[in-house]
């Protein structure tokens, strides 16, 4: 098939020339862009942070502090009770040990010495 018609047709359509800094201000939107000023983890960690901060202020308004301060000390016995026994400790102390063990020692092989050889 052949579209020499359509393809004189659209080569006629007087065009408007682009402007002259368009191929700057593309690659200044994408390639180019600033960098967003705070890492994921951050953003994630004020998203939690607020969450936490509405959540609380919304439980001291609608249920006052009688219930407020019984969610928190439903909390803290929960957790109490969790890092209270021996083998969630034992596993605790375990990990952090290998934790500290693994960054100090260097894992990644030290490749060997050229050697040099005289002629």
């Known amino acids: 098939?052949?579209?020499?018609?359509?393809?004189?047709?659209?080569?006629?359509?007087?065009?408007?020339?682009?402007?002259?800094?368009?191929?700057?201000?593309?690659?200044a939107a994408t390639v180019y862009r600033p960098v967003f000023p705070i890492r994921l983890w951050e953003a994630w960690t004020l998203g939690a942070l607020a969450a936490v901060l509405v959540w609380l202020c919304s439980a001291i308004f609608t249920g006052g502090a009688g219930r407020f301060t019984a969610t928190i000390q439903t909390i803290g016995y929960t957790l109490r009770e969790i890092f209270s026994q021996p083998p969630t400790l034992l596993w605790?102390?375990?990990?952090?040990?290998?934790?500290?063990?693994?960054?100090?020692?260097?894992?990644?092989?030290?490749?060997?010495?050229?050697?040099?050889?005289r002629r």
């Open 92 to 117: 605790i102390a375990l990990g952090g040990g290998i934790a500290c063990w693994l960054s100090m020692v260097n894992l990644v092989p030290v490749p060997a010495p050229k050697r040099v050889t």
């Open 1 to 27: 098939m052949r579209h020499d018609d359509l393809d004189a047709a659209l080569f006629a359509l007087p065009l408007e020339q682009p402007p002259a800094d368009l191929r700057a201000s593309i690659l």
